[in-house]
């Protein structure tokens, strides 16, 4: 079983429609999560970080349930340049790796 | 500020030959990562530098992969010999650790290795 697992996807969705991501993680160790997007054949790049408190950026809204080990992303009024792949990812207690999910790719369409 | 750089972008080589792949993180920088994406799997940690000293190696595929970071500055990643199921997308990232203890790990273009 993988460490972080995210919906397989892809995810096709129309312009101005909310969109959830979900994800689980394994190791009870896992210390800090985050959202990571990464455009295709790019580089990833962190989207925002995830707290228990449950955290928003704008349109994009991030959750933790510690005690479940579920992690959720919701985009609101979904835009054509949110086409990415979305990358559940989780760091441990100790040392600074990240460990990531598949991928959740979402498109777009106008 | 220049984000993180690697070279090459691209590289194809043969089973058997050897590729030497650079990063160089973001100045002052003291940790650096390297991570390895193989078609259709996850992202997928290599290793983990602090400074020149290696921190944790544990995801090192094996002995045919040498990474080094000499001085704390740049690193390289040597694959000798390689074989077919080292091809991918091996990226690099760096990021320096703030007292509250979080950081963001900033990741370069990656360098995409097809061995045939």
């Known amino acids: 079983r993988k460490e972080v697992e995210q919906d397989p996807g892809p995810f096709n969705v129309p312009e101005g429609a909310t969109v959830a991501f979900n994800c689980t993680y394994s190791?009870?160790?896992?210390?800090?999560f985050f959202w990571y997007r990464q455009d295709c054949r790019k580089e990833p790049k962190l989207l925002m970080s995830v707290y228990s408190s449950g955290n928003e950026d704008g349109r994009f809204t991030a959750q933790l349930n510690r005690a479940s080990q579920y992690i959720s992303l919701l985009i609101r009024d979904s835009k054509l340049s949110d086409s990415a792949t979305y990358l559940c990812?989780?760091?441990?207690?100790?040392?600074?790796?990240?460990?990531f999910g598949q991928g959740t790719e979402l498109s777009v369409k106008p | 500020e220049a984000g993180v750089t690697q070279f090459p972008s691209h590289s194809v080589i043969e089973k058997g030959q050897t590729v030497t792949l650079r990063c160089d993180p973001i100045s002052g920088h003291d940790n650096l990562y390297w991570y390895r994406r193989v078609m259709g799997k996850e992202i997928k940690f290599l290793l983990h530098f602090v400074k020149e000293s290696k921190q944790d190696e544990s995801g090192m595929p094996n002995n045919r992969f040498l990474a080094e970071r000499t001085g704390g500055t740049y690193s390289t990643l040597k694959v000798q010999p390689a074989e077919l199921e080292d091809s991918g997308v091996y990226f690099c990232?760096?990021?320096?650790?703030?007292?509250?203890?979080?950081?963001?790990?900033?990741f370069g273009p990656g360098t995409r290795l097809t061995v045939t």
């Open positions: 190791n009870s160790a896992s210390q800090s």
């Open positions: 990812v989780v760091k441990r207690r100790e040392g600074g790796k990240l460990i």
């Open positions: 990232a760096s990021s320096q650790e703030k007292g509250t203890g979080t950081y963001e790990q900033y």
